[in-house]
């Protein structure tokens, strides 16, 4: 006997309602194993892997790329044998008898068919390159391409025109460039750039597997100690101050970009500081994040120069007030005690909400972290 598993949207968070199908990784028809990764969800926190419950094949999708629906709607169903037993891991199983058989037909994916249907293309004709040799979007779009006439495509119908191509757009992007326009409708941005002298961090670094990042985050957080200001949001009732200090990495994925928090980072020293930041990084970039580790923060640091950037004017990351963006740091030659000297440097910036602080407050905070980036004594922290 054949019993089918429901595949339902999962709780990921409790503030969280909603979420949306970003890919199913697994095609229609296609076999599956338990805890294999079966689909991509995004909430407005996280972007993660749902692994499959049950070892199958997934028959039924019901939802398709990009639509977003409340948690608890059923996704899709698995076909499998009847497990002895079966352990939600996507927020509910539920496993029943079927009455028929599977088909052996050609199956493709909703979105692919839609596409088709789009395009007039028989999908047929197509040899697919996706798993098992199904069609994929790519394939039907490359179809397309290739056997459209020259310039029938214009501009005004959305259609890439001769020279130019359309790069469809994620769930992660349309939510990123959401945000962000919320984040500068809300705040009023207001950027002041500092200079630090990184020498006595080189020579600390020298033996020792750290990177700068590490440095950087204390420093934030005893700055933002002395300055509690910034370690703070706007609300209507007035400013709230946030006791504690959850910093947010800014973390570059392929697709986009994620923040995930080390939480009370002021409680830890460089090498905790570094092996956190270091797993929280790759786990973003495997969607094994938890929507727990993508909230809370409350003040974020982005590391541009880690890609040769040397000056940013980042945008806040609401509802935070404040973000500090590092340029990448290169020897340059500064004037020091009426000499030139060869010395690493790197620029700081911080954008920060002024209906919170004004600038001589922003100004105090960030001459604190050059203090303490400069000051030494990383030993006592380590």
């Known amino acids: 006997m054949i019993v089918a598993t429901d595949i339902i949207m999962p709780q990921l968070g409790e503030s969280i309602a909603e979420g949306t199908v970003v890919k199913w990784l697994i095609p229609l028809g296609g076999a599956i194993e338990k805890d294999q990764s079966l689909l991509e969800v995004e909430t407005e926190k996280v972007d993660l892997e749902v692994p ?20 608890g709607t059923l996704l899709a169903r698995i076909d499998s044998a009847p497990p002895a037993e079966v352990i939600s891991r996507v927020g509910g199983v539920v496993v029943r008898p079927l009455d028929s058989d599977a088909t052996g037909e050609e199956h493709h994916s909703p979105a692919v068919r839609q596409l088709a249907k789009e395009h007039g ?21 490359e179809f397309v391409a290739r056997t459209s006439a020259p310039g029938t495509a214009t501009a005004a119908s959305g259609e890439p025109s001769m020279g130019e191509e359309i790069l469809p757009l994620t769930q992660m992007r349309k939510t990123i460039a959401d945000r962000m326009v919320k984040s500068r409708q809300t705040s009023a941005h207001v950027s002041t750039f500092f200079e630090a002298d990184f020498s006595s961090i080189a020579s600390f670094r020298t033996g020792r597997d750290l990177t700068y990042l590490p440095f950087v985050v204390r420093a934030v957080t005893r700055a933002l100690r002395d300055v509690p200001l910034v370690n703070a949001t706007w609300g209507d009732q007035g400013i709230v101050i946030k006791k504690d200090i959850h910093v947010g990495i800014a973390t570059a994925l392929e697709e986009g970009l994620l923040v995930p928090v080390v939480r009370h980072a002021d ?15 790759e786990r973003a970039r495997s969607k094994k994040l938890s929507p727990d580790e993508v909230q809370g923060g409350t003040f974020t640091i982005t590391n541009h120069g880690g890609f040769g950037s040397l ?36 620029y700081l910036s911080l954008s920060f909400d002024h209906r919170v602080i004004d600038g001589a407050t922003a100004d105090q905070f960030m001459a604190k972290v050059k203090h303490y980036l400069e000051g030494g004594h990383w030993e006592q922290i380590l």
């Not at 039924?60 to 790329?65: Q, R, T």
């Not at 409680?267 to 990084?281: C, P, V």
């Not at 500090?324 to 004037?335: D, E, F, N, S, W």
């Open 121 to 141: 293309v028989d999908l047929a004709h197509l040899k697919g390159t996706g798993a098992g040799g199904r069609v994929s979007k790519k394939d039907v779009l």
């Open 311 to 346: 000056f940013s004017t980042p945008i806040i990351h609401q509802p935070q007030i404040a973000i500090l963006g590092v340029g990448a740091v290169q020897k340059r030659a500064v004037v020091i005690n009426e000499a030139i000297a060869i010395r690493p440097m790197a």
């Open 267 to 281: 409680r830890k020293g460089l090498t905790q500081l570094a092996k956190e930041i270091a797993d929280l990084a």
């Open 52 to 71: 499959s419950p049950a070892t199958g094949v997934l028959n039924e999708i019901l939802v398709k790329e990009g639509e977003t629906v409340a948690v």
